[in-house]
């Protein structure tokens, strides 16, 4: 019943974000679908994905959504020479749906023909793997380096966010709520997300959790102080910073050529201190990834004053 | 010496390592140390690069396990003939650039902080994705360069720039989630990812079927092919030279690098003719298009760039040419293609870094800016010209030698259609580089805003274009590396 109604809701609510006139509407539309999916997550018994969704796909973009959506201050008017095309390019979109809605039918009813039973093989190779929980020994073990990559591609990002502030004048963006209410939740909302976020950290190794849930929700944290309008340590330290946004893949790298250096493979945990190592990696990235995530809020230009237009681009001197 | 070449480990993670380890840092030390980093960093990516060829040499192709977990449980990096290739051109290529940036960006104090940052993970993503043998480790590589090449388009900050890059930007993550798209569907109804295990058991399905059209969909779009060019030419175009020079020649490869080990390693069995036959067609079309949106280009970077729309349609003939043909055909086209990769991607980095070379120099980027360069910039436009050589594919450069091959593969076939296309492409290239040169040599009234660039610029599309040319007199070493590499055939 409650799949029935969740599988009913979550294409209604995503034709709500597409249809929606309104980029408010779509962008709270977005949110509650990003929910949803959250829930069929957990409903697929996949709590590593809900917890994903829930504090990035839901959370952190919602926020970052809204916070895009405050800097556009003057309504768009929509492209004119787009408009004659609209009902065109919209039966194309609904025929391409279609058609791909069709072949992922076809894709869904067919059997199944795996050459290898992957599972079988992580529950094998799990007790080698240094963690007793399959999707971080996966992770951080047997496909540690598409999550070396993987880190390294959100780094990528935030540095594109750094390098297109910094090309602006750089105005502090002045986006803080004061209210009471806030500041008064703050002072226990904060040190319960702190302990939510190392409780993710810690249970990784064995349960549901790990780097990238604990860091979204201590990047959530981070952006509540922020908008609160506390000034967070070290943040007129741009080295310091720096040094932090480095430092998960930085760690990743050093602690996987550990073994490299001595003779053996790249992304090779040393056999007894697979699980310290595995810890010490997903600590550091956790703090790491949280500091990405804030950074990604963090790094969105300053609204443009009125009679001072952003600075744009470098004049070749 | 020799023995540690083929008993000692691998050293191919270091060209993902190096890199990376660059990168981070370059984002945490001051402005001050910048050169030296980025000196040290080039210095020691191409040692390990030339001790790779060394090993390759010793042992042949080789797998690298990464963290010693065997396939199909952990991920493997690839080592053959054609990685290799891509690698020596990447490191070649790749520190040139570094070269003419590292002058070129003096004029661009604030895009200099996060150049050195972005090009060396564009540089790491790039030896990610030619050493990869795994599906999903292949979406990663895409999505760290398609992001990194983002970022460095964007770098100037200029308004032309950041509308570029944002349609860059939405080109990318399309390509890169048709292709997740696909590789969830392989996944789940053949449960392993290793390209070359695939192989031996991939067999038609529907989920096979459209996990490849939609893979072909992203890659197509990714390497600009035919209609879905039409974010390129802006984003080359409005980037720094030796950012376009990268995009040109190297990261616009990439996409077309992982179609051919997906179609004929992974799938070659699943290519019909008539597939093949469009690929081919997409290709021819992307050959004239492109030639004749650079004719009637008045910018001179806009023209550069369609001529790589142009150039990038020569590499999809690969496919027809290679498919349901004979032995000899197929290798005929096969090394003609990889080497029209080669050439063009030296060619088109010299073309682009010497028209930068250009537009500096005369201060104005249109083509009637260039009036009266031809009496002051011998040494910038001839960079430009030998480079011009090549894309024309005029003897004895590497493109003609290229699309001799291709020719003669097509011949041998008797598939004479893409014999018009080879040649009228050709006489396409000469019309617009001939008409950069006109310009050059009309005389101007104003002859006095002329810079005169630094050696160090003009000497890099310089050593770039010679390369080029050189390709076609010394094709033998490279033909048979790319050959080492043929499908199917005897390694």
Known sequence: MIDLLLALTLPLVALGVLLARELFRAVVMFIAFGLLMALVWVRLQAPDLALAEAAIGAGLTGVLLLDALGHLRQPHPPGQPLRSLLPLLTILALVLAGALGLVLLGALLEPLQPSVNLPAEVALHIEASGVAHPVTAVLLAFRAWDTLLEVAVILVAVVVGLALRFSHDDAAAESRVSSPLLQGMLSWLLPLMLLVALYLLWIGSYRSGGAFQAAAVMAAMLVLLRLSGQQLPGQNHPLLLRAGLVGGLGTFLLLGSVQLLQGGAFLAWPEQLAGAFILLVETALTFSLALLLYALFEASPAPARKGHPPRTGDQPS | ?491
């Open chain 2, 1 to 491: 010496m020799l023995s540690w070449l083929t008993e000692g480990p691998s050293l191919l993670p270091w060209l993902v390592i190096l890199p990376l380890l660059w990168s981070i840092l370059s984002l945490t030390a001051g402005q001050r140390l910048q050169p030296l980093i980025a000196t040290t960093a080039v210095g020691l990516i191409l040692l390990a690069t030339l001790l790779v060829l060394l090993q390759w040499l010793q042992r042949g192709d080789h797998f690298y396990s990464l963290g010693d977990w065997a396939v199909p449980l952990g991920i493997r990096l690839r080592l053959d003939g054609l990685a290799l290739l891509l690698l020596l051109l990447t490191s070649g290529i790749t520190s040139v650039c570094t070269l003419h940036a590292g002058r070129y960006l003096q004029e661009y104090p604030r895009a200099k902080t996060y150049f050195w940052p972005l090009l060396a993970f564009c540089w790491a993503a790039m030896n990610v994705i030619w050493l990869s043998a795994d599906l999903f480790n292949l979406y990663v590589g895409l999505e760290l360069l398609g992001f990194s090449a983002v970022g460095l388009v964007a770098l100037t900050g200029e308004k032309k720039a950041l509308a570029a890059s944002l349609r860059y930007l939405y080109a990318a993550l399309l390509g890169s989630l048709a292709w997740l798209l696909g590789v969830a569907l392989i996944y789940g109804h053949q449960g392993q990812l290793d390209i070359s295990s695939l192989a031996l058991t991939f067999t038609d399905s529907i989920s096979g079927q459209a996990a490849l059209a939609l893979m072909t969909l992203g890659l197509l779009l990714k390497m600009a092919a035919f209609p879905l060019h039409s974010w390129l030419p802006p984003a080359h175009a409005s980037a720094l030279p030796p950012v376009s020079a990268l995009l040109s020649g190297l990261v616009a490869k990439a996409a077309f690098y992982i179609l051919v080990r997906l179609w004929l390693e992974m799938a070659p069995d699943n290519l019909t003719f008539s597939a093949a036959q469009l690929l081919g067609a997409l290709g021819a079309a992307a050959v004239f298009w492109g030639g004749w949106m650079a004719c009637r280009q008045q910018q001179l970077k806009m023209l550069v760039a369609y001529s790589t729309v142009a150039q990038l349609g020569y590499l999809l003939l690969l496919f027809p040419l290679t498919t349901g043909t004979g032995e000899e055909a197929t290798r005929l086209a096969w090394e003609g293609g990889w080497l029209q990769l080669t050439s063009h991607a030296l060619a088109k980095a010299a073309m682009f870094l010497a028209a930068g070379n250009l537009v500096l120099a005369m201060g104005r980027p249109d083509l009637p800016g260039l009036h009266g360069a031809g009496r002051y910039l011998p040494f910038s436009l001839l960079g430009f010209g030998l480079a011009g050589v090549s894309l024309m594919g005029l003897p004895p450069s590497g493109g003609f030698m290229a699309k001799w091959l291709l020719l003669q593969s097509a011949l041998l076939s008797g598939q004479w259609w893409w014999i018009l296309v080879l040649l009228s492409g050709s006489a396409l290239s000469a019309v617009y580089i001939f008409k950069v040169y006109q310009q050059c040599y009309v005389e101007s009234d104003n002859p006095d805003r002329f810079r005169q660039p630094a050696l160090v610029l003009d000497l890099s599309a310089l050593a770039l274009a010679l390369l080029a040319l050189a390709l076609g007199i010394l094709s033998a070493w490279p033909q048979w590396l790319i050959s080492t590499a043929l499908p199917g055939g005897a390694a």
